[in-house]
C-alpha cells in the first residue's frame, strides 16, 4: 500500500465519527474517499504553511511554534470572521473574532459530540471507569485488537509502529549479505575480463598450422 492509500485509510475512520456526530447515519463509499482527500490536502497545506512561517521568522530555529500554527490557522481560513493585520493596526486593538469562535467550538458541544462518539468521552448510562477516562486513540485500540502479540512485534519497523533495528539481509544461497554477494560478483568481473585479455588464439584447435597457412 502507497503512503498515500495508507494515509487515507487512516483518515477515514475519524471522518465516520464526525460524520456520525454530526447525524449522518451513512454515505457512500465515494463521497467518503472524497472527504478524505480533502481532509488529507487541508492538512497538507496548514502543515506547510506552518513551516514556511517558521522557516520565515526565526530560521536560525525552525522548530513551529504557536504562534506559526496561529498564522497557519490564518491562511487556511480556519479563523474566521477576523481582520487582516493591517486592519487591525487602522482600528487600534487585535481581532480576536476568529480564534473566540475557534476555540468555542472545540470546547463547544459539536467538538464534544465527536468525542463521545470517538469514544474519548462516556454516553449516558455508561459504567465510567476512572482509570480509563484518558483513552487510547482509535489507531492504537485497533492494533492492539488485531495483534495478540502487540506493537512491538508485529508493527515494528513500519509506519504504524516504532522504529526497528538495522540488521544485514540475509540472502538464501549461501552469501551471507548483500555486501559480500557484491564483493563476489567484482570478483567475478575482474577474473572474467583477465580472462579475456589472456591472449588465447580463437582459431579452432582441430586446424593444424599448415592448413591455416595455406
Known sequence: MSGAN????????PIIQ?????????????????LADLTARYLLLLGSSAASHAANAHPEDPNVVLEDIYQALQDVGALRPQLREW?????????????????????GPANREIRRIA??????GDMIDPDALEKEDYLTSLKKKHSKTGEESRYAGTILGKNAEEHPIIIEGGVPSI??????????????AESDSSGVSSAPSNLSDDAMEG
Open 6 to 13: 495508507l494515509h487515507n485509510a487512516l483518515l477515514r475512520p
Open 18 to 34: 464526525i460524520l456520525r456526530a454530526a447525524g449522518f447515519h451513512a454515505t457512500r463509499p465515494s463521497v467518503l474517499d472524497t
Open 119 to 124: 469514544g474519548f468521552l462516556p454516553s449516558e
Open 87 to 107: 486592519e487591525e493596526d487602522f482600528a487600534g486593538e487585535e481581532d480576536l473574532r476568529g480564534l473566540e469562535s475557534f476555540l468555542g467550538w472545540f470546547t
Open 179 to 192: 555486501r559480500e554477494w557484491g564483493q563476489q560478483v567484482r570478483t567475478r568481473e575482474r577474473y572474467s
